[in-house]
């Protein structure tokens, strides 16, 4: 399962961090990163890690978050500064897995984190 935690309300240009780890048996984790969903809108890609290093950034948050993974607890970290209203969603932590004892990888998700940016 994956645990997320971070969020919260902060003011436009300020920062914040949310963090998601995953655990569980574990053979292989292909990836791990955030989508957000805004309401009334479709839930989109944020930020995602592969394990092959490449990353996939939105061009919205380009410059202004970083994605980062710490392999040996299984978790991946999102730093959102310059933050915006429009960052203002749930944010999702998403990984696809591949659980011990199992032969193929599938996608999980964590529960949403509430980020909400006052301008």
């Known amino acids: 399962q994956l645990q997320a935690s971070g969020g919260g309300l902060v003011q436009t240009g300020g920062s914040l961090r949310l963090s998601c780890v995953a655990s569980g048996g574990i053979w292989r984790i292909e990836h791990m990163g955030w989508y957000r969903q805004a309401p009334g809108k479709q839930r989109e890609l944020v930020a995602l890690s592969r394990s092959s290093n490449e990353e996939d950034i939105a061009d919205s948050v380009k410059g202004r978050f970083t994605i980062s993974r710490d392999n040996a607890r299984n978790a991946v970290h999102l730093q959102m500064d310059s933050l915006k209203p429009e960052d203002t969603a749930v944010y999702f932590c998403?990984?696809?897995?591949?659980?011990?004892?199992?032969?193929?990888?599938?996608?999980?998700w964590g529960q949403g984190t509430q980020v909400t940016v006052s301008s």
């Open positions: 998403n990984s696809k897995i591949q659980p011990a004892g199992r032969l193929t990888a599938r996608d999980y």
